[in-house]
């Protein structure tokens, strides 16, 4: 059993970038990638109406970036508030932003659904913090932590 990731980017680079980097630090990572946050919102959406399985795909750790078209990250975190789903009530919403405004770091802390703020570019020192939330889960699946803990 690995560890889910949604990545959710209007930027198909850093989506493709930030992939390959949890690869790199998590052996048996899923990773489902979104250019859209509205696309992501549906199939998070589409879960309610899916019986439990073991292989249904329930993020673990959803990356969001803040500023993209049609739907920004904070309209992606307001709909995800609303979507009471029992499935989700475990996953680790994270913005990650190369915005250096001081009102979106703010906004970020005060928002119940996000775990918190990441400033871009993403690193393997960065993905094993984001880790450390998920104690319980490590045990499951192959982390080369050791390689990138930062003290």
Same mark, same amino acid.
């Given at each position: 059993?690995?560890?889910?990731?949604?990545?959710?980017?209007?930027?198909?680079?850093?989506?493709?970038?930030?992939?390959?980097?949890?690869?790199?630090?998590?052996?048996? &990572?899923?990773?489902?990638?979104?250019? +859209?946050?509205?696309? &992501?919102?549906?199939?998070?959406?589409?879960?309610?109406?899916?019986?439990?399985?073991?292989?249904?795909?329930?993020?673990?750790?959803?990356?969001?970036?803040?500023?993209?078209?049609?739907?920004?990250?904070? &309209?992606?975190?307001? &709909?995800?508030?609303?979507?009471?789903?029992?499935?989700?009530?475990?996953?680790?919403?994270?913005?990650?932003?190369?915005?250096?405004?001081?009102?979106? +770091?703010?906004?970020?802390? +005060?928002?119940?659904?996000?775990?918190?703020?990441?400033?871009?570019?993403?690193?393997?020192?960065?993905?094993?913090?984001?880790?450390?939330?998920?104690?319980?889960?490590?045990?499951?699946?192959?982390?080369?932590?050791?390689?990138?803990?930062?003290?």
């Amino acid at each position: 059993m690995g560890i889910y990731f949604m990545l959710i980017d209007d930027n198909g680079i850093d989506l493709f970038g930030n992939q390959k980097l949890i690869e790199k630090v998590v052996d048996d &990572a899923e990773i489902l990638t979104f250019i +859209r946050a509205t696309k &992501a919102i549906d199939f998070l959406t589409s879960l309610k109406n899916q019986p439990p399985a073991d292989f249904l795909f329930t993020p673990d750790i959803i990356l969001l970036d803040i500023n993209m078209p049609e739907m920004d990250g904070f &309209a992606f975190l307001d &709909a995800y508030g609303r979507l009471q789903n029992e499935s989700l009530s475990k996953t680790k919403i994270y913005m990650l932003s190369s915005s250096t405004s001081l009102k979106d +770091r703010i906004d970020v802390d +005060r928002h119940d659904a996000c775990e918190g703020f990441i400033s871009k570019p993403l690193s393997c020192g960065k993905i094993s913090e984001i880790l450390r939330d998920l104690e319980p889960n490590l045990k499951q699946c192959h982390i080369k932590m050791d390689k990138y803990e930062t003290h």
